[in-house]
């Protein structure tokens, strides 16, 4: 079984920058494809970064160049750094773990709130 937990998300003006954190409880972390998703009011579910466990990226284009995911495997925690934030960026942030053995499994934490003023 797979808990995570994230934190740092908080109120910031536009142009600043934030740090979230997840930390994750289980053994097989340094397996998985790690990641952040966003849910904003009204709207869907998006990606936001994954990184798998041979260190491939992948951001959503209005991240790109703002936003970096990095993940210290002997901590068991993946953090986002995000900087630049804009009003959209404002939503409820998730962290996500997959692994795969026969199948795929997929882990969620209860998400942290960031909220961009203009």
């Known amino acids: 079984q797979v808990q995570l937990v994230e934190s740092g998300g908080g109120l910031v003006q536009a142009g600043g920058s934030l740090r979230l954190s997840c930390a994750a409880s289980?053994?097989?972390?340094?397996?998985?494809?790690i990641g952040w998703y966003r849910q904003a009011p009204g709207k869907q579910r998006e990606l936001v970064a994954t990184?798998?466990?041979?260190?491939?990226?992948n951001y959503a284009d209005s991240v790109k160049g703002r936003f970096t995911i990095s993940r210290d495997n002997a901590k068991k925690k993946v953090y986002l750094q995000m900087n630049n934030l804009k009003p959209e960026d404002t939503a409820v942030y998730y962290c996500?773990?997959?692994?795969?053995?026969?199948?795929?499994?997929?882990?969620w934490g209860q998400g942290t709130q960031v909220t961009v003023s203009s």
């Open positions: 289980g053994t097989i972390f340094s397996a998985s494809t």
């Open positions: 990184l798998t466990n041979g260190g491939i990226t």
């Open positions: 996500n773990l997959k692994y795969y053995t026969t199948s795929w499994y997929t882990y």
